[in-house]
């Protein structure tokens, strides 16, 4: 059974400074990998996707898959305190099967 | 753009008694739909896959006759908590999908079980 694990448990970074969220999982069949993110009283909303192996960057957001390592990542440059939340790694392993393993969260706190 | 409402936002209900909540998808076709329940820790908890034209899936520990799934077109799905009790206590969020692999997530229908 898919598991996927989070570090570090919560991260503060200074606002401007650079945040590393990590992800491990361990179902080498995974395709789908997401990033979400969540503000308190708020639903998980999508921040980014990766599906191949390499940097996938989006603005501010970097992701990095490496399959092989079972190993995805999400780096926020230049965070702001807006950027202060729950991220979470979503896991699926294909199409016709959006069947997401969630994990336990790294909770992001960006201080002015 | 695409957007997921999911309603009550919260519910207090007594122990024994059931919640019934909504999840409505809005701008695209909910081709599937992933409940979840996210505990008071945050963590979360896969409680079935419904997918149009398919039986719905319950994940180990969650079953039809507890967590009764309803999803009779593509803009609609409904979940009902039956005997809720403390452990069913928790945000329960409904992820809708259009094919693409991205879950649109409601804001979620929090349990309170008293």
């Known amino acids: 059974q898919q598991k996927v694990q989070q570090s570090p448990e919560s991260l503060i970074v200074p606002e401007g400074g650079m945040a590393s969220l990590n992800c491990t999982f361990s179902?080498?069949?995974?395709?789908y990998f997401w990033w979400y993110r969540q503000h308190s009283g708020e639903g998980p909303k999508a921040l980014m996707?990766?599906?191949?192996?390499g940097d996938k960057k989006e603005g501010r957001f970097t992701a990095h898959l490496n399959k092989a390592s079972l190993y995805v990542s999400l780096h926020i440059k230049d965070s702001q305190p807006s950027d202060s939340a729950l991220y979470f790694c979503?896991?699926?392993?294909?199409?016709?099967?959006?069947?997401?393993?969630f994990g336990a969260g790294t909770r992001l706190k960006v201080i002015a | 753009g695409a957007l997921v409402y999911q309603y009550p936002r919260r519910t207090i209900c007594k122990s024994g008694t059931s919640m019934r909540m909504e999840c409505q998808a809005v701008?695209?076709?909910?081709?599937?739909v992933a409940w979840y329940r996210q505990s008071p820790q945050k963590t979360f908890e896969l409680i079935a896959l419904?997918?149009?034209?398919?039986?719905?899936?319950?994940e180990q520990n969650f079953t039809q006759e507890k967590f009764p799934i309803s999803h009779p077109n593509l803009s609609f799905s409904s979940m009902t908590v039956l005997n809720a009790y403390l452990e069913d206590r928790g945000l329960y969020l409904c992820?809708?999908?259009?094919?693409?692999?991205?879950?649109?997530f409601g804001e979620g229908s929090k349990l309170t079980v008293l």
């Open positions: 979503a896991v699926s392993k294909g199409t016709g099967n959006y069947k997401y393993v």
């Open positions: 179902d080498r069949n995974s395709q």
């Open positions: 992820g809708a999908n259009h094919g693409t692999g991205q879950l649109y």
């Open positions: 996707s990766i599906f191949s192996n």
């Open positions: 701008g695209f076709q909910a081709t599937s």
């Open positions: 419904s997918t149009v034209n398919s039986a719905i899936k319950y």
